[in-house]
């Protein structure tokens, strides 16, 4: 039987207990193996503890062990009987957000954590606001460590509502958010119930993500295949296009285009490891045969004659600025999107986004580290690009410092805040300048 498959990111503040979480997860779930829990066992015990450390199965680097903090993303995979999990296990720090940006840029679903002694704190709603700045479908809130606070109802419930009304604010329909109270140290209601909170009737942590909805691409989506490699063989003249179909379809007779420069051609072949097939759809690696001897290289896209991208050298777009250099206008960097990298120079700063106080401030002099704004960049050559919304795939970007090769920048083809509550007009007002 083929089981359903959710992508999962998880993210929260430092010391919110992500990582216990998931290990808890993985531990009551039995999906992982008995030499993993046995070394878990044995780090436990050189630090003292007289339980499991359970956020070991997920804490994978030696260093981050040691100091007790996760600082990369960690991915895991589980499985239930209801569905399949892909699991990333975000770092909680202010200063990795590009990881838990990196984390959410895929998922179908996020699990925010935070401290039930401390509420939501402003690293918990930062994340939220990636997440509904991703476009991540829904969200769920583990409210860990309700051991600390006596398992006290009025606690949990002060908690959710602030929870909820920021993913309202941010733009979230109220059948797509969830609180759960939980103490991933005890194991209450992670994955079975909990006799501590009599007062709570909503499903388990396990039992939300078992059965929580998926949204799917829609059928009939257009093509769009970022060319990764060109394969030949010289001996009987083979040539073909190899990449991952990133959105649509595509069969042995289709017109395609492309992109950049706009030529059109045939689909003659659609070949895989395990041979020719009539269709590929989404998530397949293919290699297509075209029908004419078409220039086409690395960095190229092939698409939908239909309904193709925009090409365009000019990129309206939302940046979540990841770099400790703050971010100017005239700022000179490298733009990777899909498979090509080319020069880029950030022209323009919009608007800045407030994550806490949910506003928006127009003309900023900068964007600092884990700022998010709407900038314009201009591209040495025009890309192919769809709306963030629209198409995940070829509406990202990536901004890379040119000196180090450090990415810098998250970047998301038009302006996915316009969508939240109240702010899709800046504020006229510019940010004030500091003498």
Request: with cysteine; glycine share 8%; hydrophobic share 40%.
């Amino acid at each position: 039987m083929t089981r359903d498959l959710l992508r999962l990111v998880t993210a929260g503040s430092v010391d919110d207990g992500k990582s216990t979480v998931v290990g808890r997860l993985l531990y009551d779930t039995k999906s992982v193996l008995g030499d993993q829990i046995d070394a878990v066992l044995r780090a436990s015990v050189q630090r003292g503890l007289d339980t499991p450390d359970l956020a070991l199965l997920v804490d994978g680097l030696r260093a981050e062990r040691e100091q007790g903090i996760t600082i990369d993303v960690a991915y895991r995979y589980f499985s239930t009987a209801r569905r399949t999990f892909i699991l990333a296990d975000t770092p909680g720090h202010v200063q990795y957000t590009r990881n838990t940006v990196t984390g959410a840029s895929t998922a179908d679903h996020a699990a925010l954590l935070c401290d039930a002694s401390k509420g939501m704190l402003p690293q918990t709603r930062r994340h939220l606001a990636v997440m509904a700045m991703l476009d991540v479908p829904g969200l769920t809130l583990a409210v860990n460590k309700m051991d600390l606070v006596d398992f006290a109802e009025d606690t949990f419930l002060e908690i959710r509502d602030a929870f909820v009304r920021q993913a309202l604010d941010l733009g979230y329909a109220a059948d797509r958010v969830l609180a759960v109270p939980v103490s991933a140290l005890t194991g209450d209601n992670v994955v079975t119930t909990s006799p501590r909170t009599p007062w709570y009737e909503g499903p388990t942590l396990l039992e939300r993500l078992e059965t929580v909805e998926v949204d799917r691409p829609a059928a009939g989506a257009a093509l769009r295949m970022p060319v990764q490699y060109v394969l030949r063989d010289q001996r009987d003249g083979y040539r073909g296009y190899a990449g991952r179909i990133a959105a649509g379809s595509v069969r042995a007779g289709d017109e395609v285009v492309v992109l950049p420069d706009g030529v059109r051609t045939v689909v003659d072949r659609v070949d895989t490891p395990d041979g020719d097939v009539p269709e590929a759809a989404a998530g397949s690696t293919v290699s297509l045969v075209l029908r004419d001897q078409v220039d086409i290289g690395r960095g190229d896209l092939i698409a939908s004659v239909a309904r193709p991208p925009e090409v365009t050298d000019q990129l309206d777009a939302t940046v979540c600025w990841l770099g400790d250099t703050p971010l100017e206008a005239g700022a000179r960097l490298l733009l990777k999107h899909g498979t090509r990298t080319t020069a880029a120079q950030v022209t323009e700063l919009i608007s800045r986004f407030d994550e806490q106080s949910l506003s928006v401030v127009a003309r900023p002099s900068a964007l600092n580290l884990n700022d998010t704004g709407r900038v314009r960049v201009q591209v040495a050559k025009g890309l192919p690009v769809d709306g963030y919304t629209e198409c995940r795939s070829t509406g990202t970007f990536i901004l890379i410092n040119r000196s180090d090769g450090n990415t810098v920048g998250a970047g998301l083809i038009g302006d996915p805040m316009s969508a939240f509550v109240g702010l899709a007009t800046p504020s006229a007002r510019p940010e004030p300048v500091t003498p």
